[in-house]
């Protein structure tokens, strides 16, 4: 376990764009932090603002949490109460969603909706941890995450964590297990909901949702309501980044294809509102 | 480019359950010449088709080659007229194939059924190989496929050879890329095909005939006749091969998942005939 210290707003753009901050909602809080950053310091926090906002172009509540700390009477109290709200908000999701898995329920996530992408406690990881302190027993499949692997790297080792059982998989076995009748629902976070439910997530995640409807297992969205950005229409609205083609020709230093080979690197899919089952939100469960 | 010589059925046995030889035909001519080297040195020919076809259960090519060559009056001959027949058998698969696709077609395909499946030539790369040759313009969408990373190792180098436009990608992008409408159809090769049309070919397989289903995208399957196995009823008959824990959990010598991550290595998945818009074989195409 590492922290890394941000004591610039540059060390911060920086840290949001390797990814070292990832997640939607901790997004939200880091972007708070930034502009709270530059004000300590003194910058210009017009500036740094629409630096930060520059980083990830995807995800909603990054723009949410700069603009919440920038228009506030005191940036610096408005970010830390952001990142207070967020861990609530995380709890209320989980709360609200925990029903929603039977006892026994083999979950399947994607990424890392957890801890790690929030300020504290998760939102999809979230609703399987209120599941799991609920004593509903929830086992977890996780899928790797190809290319960035958030869900080996980070789901599993929270999950470790906090105890509850899963299993790796790479992210092309999803369809087998839901065919053998091995996951009972979906559950997945959010970079931004729009205006009329589309969801846009991490890579894979529309492939999972036409999965599960393929196989009439529930899909649902754990995301706190900062996700959901009534300026976005649909989801052909949101902007698509796209990220470094090394993130899928190199693994931990090592090169897996040949040089030269040519990449398309889509950080993140839209999965229509018709294949999402229901929205979890601190407020509670909406179905589709 | 490396050359692996197996000297003994052991060496042989060896190197297939490693994958150092892997691929359908390539396994049926290998599984030939394990045989034809038991012969020649002198060793139980029973006992050395035994532990051949022991070595990867679900490539039903595999027992059909030491078949072949165990029951023919001249093993040695027999092995070797295989590995020259795959060739032509691919050169005619690619004939057949060709034509399914339109000018400038982009083209998905998963794994590697190209001339390192085979003995040469290729199966599903072989059919875009002859479209290529016979100035079709194809360009081909590889995913990396994981576990093992067959496309980004082994179908990107074969493409890259061959000047066959290619763009590499993770697997999980292929349901974003089937929604933009930049897949025109998708071709696979198959370890076995039950007397029904299910096809187990590489895991992943599965969920992009359902993705293709989803967007109204073609989904052929090219595979030489000794591919189908009247033996097998149907797709569920068929033993599925797990594979080892570190295939998912180490990728070049790198773990990137916490010591002790449970997974999951399902090799194989069923893709129903009811999903396969075609059959291409030496023989011709055939319609499902």
Redesign the interface.
């Known amino acids: 376990l590492a922290f890394l210290d941000c004591t610039t707003v540059d060390d911060l753009c920086d840290a949001i764009g390797s990814m070292a901050v990832r997640g939607a909602p901790a997004l939200g809080a880091a972007g708070a932090m930034g502009v709270a950053l530059a004000c300590v310091r003194g910058d210009d926090i017009a500036d740094a603002a629409r630096r930060l906002v520059a980083t990830r172009p995807t995800a909603v509540n990054l723009a949410w949490g700069v603009d919440r700390a920038r228009t506030a009477d005191d940036p610096v109290a408005e970010a830390v109460r952001i990142a207070a709200e967020d861990v609530e908000r995380n709890r209320a999701i989980g709360a609200h969603g925990a029903p929603l898995l039977d006892d026994g329920a083999r979950v399947m996530t994607h990424c890392n909706a957890g801890s790690l992408a929030c300020v504290g406690y998760g939102t999809a990881v979230g609703v399987i941890r209120a599941a799991h302190e609920g004593g509903r027993h929830p086992s977890v499949?996780v899928?790797?995450?190809?290319?960035v692997?958030q869900g080996?790297?980070l789901t599993?080792?929270e999950l470790?964590r906090l105890g509850i059982a899963?299993?790796?998989?790479?992210?092309?076995?999803?369809?087998?297990?839901m065919?053998s009748g091995d996951v009972d629902c979906v559950i997945v976070g959010a970079d931004r909901i729009a205006a009329n439910g589309d969801v846009v997530n991490k890579?894979?995640t529309?492939?999972l949702a036409?999965?599960a409807d393929?196989h009439g297992i529930p899909f649902y969205v754990a995301a706190p309501r900062s996700t959901f950005d009534p300026a976005s229409p649909d989801g052909a609205s949101i902007p698509i980044e796209q990220r470094p083609p090394d993130e899928?020709?190199v693994?931990?230093?090592?090169r897996?294809?040949?040089a030269?080979?040519?990449?398309?690197?889509?950080a993140f899919?839209?999965t229509p509102a018709a294949l999402v089952t229901a929205y979890v939100t601190e407020d509670g469960v909406q179905r589709s």
């Open positions: 499949w899928p790797e995450t190809r290319p692997l080996a790297r599993a080792w470790g899963h299993r790796l998989v790479a992210d092309v076995m999803a369809a087998s297990l065919a890579v894979g529309y492939g036409v999965l393929h899928v020709t693994i931990a230093g090592h897996i294809a040949p030269n080979t040519e990449v398309e690197n889509r899919d839209v």
